[in-house]
Each structure stands twice: as C-alpha cells, then as structure tokens.
C-alpha cells in the first residue's frame, strides 16, 4: 500500500509562473480532498471530488486555482499565475466517501514558495 | 452545518503527565467525530474515530476519547506524556453533503502539544 502520493513534494518558483501540483490517491477510494494549510489561516479545505466529479470548490481562494480529476487515479491543482500569497503547504487526501465514518488518508503534501 | 471547537491553540504539559486535549462538536446529527495528528513536516494522520459503537475510543500510542453526547464533546487523553507525542492535534466531524451523499470531514484550528522534560 503506497498511500496517496504526491508530487513534486517541494516547488519554488517565481510570482507569474503557472503551478500544477499532482496527486494520486490511494486505489479504490472514490473521494478526493485538495487542503491548503498555512500558519495564518491553518488547515483549508479547498476542493473535493467524489467519483471524479467536484462537489464543492467553495473553498477555492480565486479564479487563479482550477483543480481536475480526469480519472479515478490521478488529480491535479494549477494556480496560474501564482502569487507570494500562495506560498503554503497543499494536501491531498482520499477516502472511501460512500460511508460519513470513514477517514481519509494524507498524502505527505507539496510545500510550495513563490517568491 | 457541523463544526468542531478546540479549545487552547497550545497546550504544554511535562513529559509523564497527563495529556488532555479539548474539543466540542456541534451537529445537527449523531456525528462521527475523528482526532488526527500531524507530526512536523508530515501529513494528517488518524489517532482515533467515533463511530457510535462505543463512546470510549481507543487510539494508536496510547491516546484514547470519549464521547459525551449531554456535554457534546470528544476529548482526547493519555494518562502519560512523552516526548514523541509533540504534534498538532485536530479534532474532525464528519460532514453529509445533501446532494450528492458524497461525505467530508470539517476540521478544527488545531492545538499544538508541547512536552517539556
């Protein structure tokens, strides 16, 4: 069991550069959670999918951030163009959402610096 | 809506003593409630869950909690402190989204465990 991966684990990169942040969650789990923690505003919850599909981007900060999840297997987060204000740390998370007790899983998250 | 409350954003204990960790839940349902633990430069992690099959849940290393529903709270406890359990700490409800059934888990602000020796 590999757990959800994520990648790349460390980005920096300048302020106007387009960012794609990856994911891939653990096999089987049909649900999928982008976070975006930071000191300041601590853990955020930014998009979720379930069955591929996004069920709430209410958390997405602005037009800047766009998330995808083509398949079952793969996701994506891009933030075009970036901002220094964007500098966190994101998390991606999966979990079998078809039961409300069942936990998710984090991946080990992508620091990401714009300078 | 449900959403979890953490009292204190910091709590320092010795290292042997007691460790107890606040958190109230509010929620329209019986909630399924969850303590998570993020070590430095790491991802959440599941200590412990509430499922409604028993109100007193053990965790992983030691950690255990207990569900009051008349005081609605789950906080977290270990009976001895050690230095590997300085973490943050976050309380999480599990959240139904009407429409699509699909589920989420609301997450509280944290509390950062410090253990001094």
Known sequence: DAGVIQSPRHEVTEMGQEVTLRCKPISGHNSLFWYRQTMMRGLELLIYFNNNVPIDDSGMPEDRFSAKMPNA???????????????????????????SYNEQFFGPGTRLTVL | AQSVTQLGSHVSVSEGALVLLRCNYSSSVPPYLFWYVQYPNQGLQLLLKYTSA??????INGFEAEFKKSETSFHLTKPSAHMSDAAEYFCAVSDLDAYSSASKIIFGSGTRLSIRP
Not at chain 2, 54 to 59: D, E, M, Q
């Open chain 1, 73 to 99: 297997s793969f996701s994506t987060l891009k933030i075009q163009p970036s901002e220094p204000r964007d500098s966190a740390v994101y998390f991606c998370a999966s979990g079998d959402g078809t039961k």
């Open chain 2, 54 to 59: 028993a109100t007193l849940v053990k965790g």
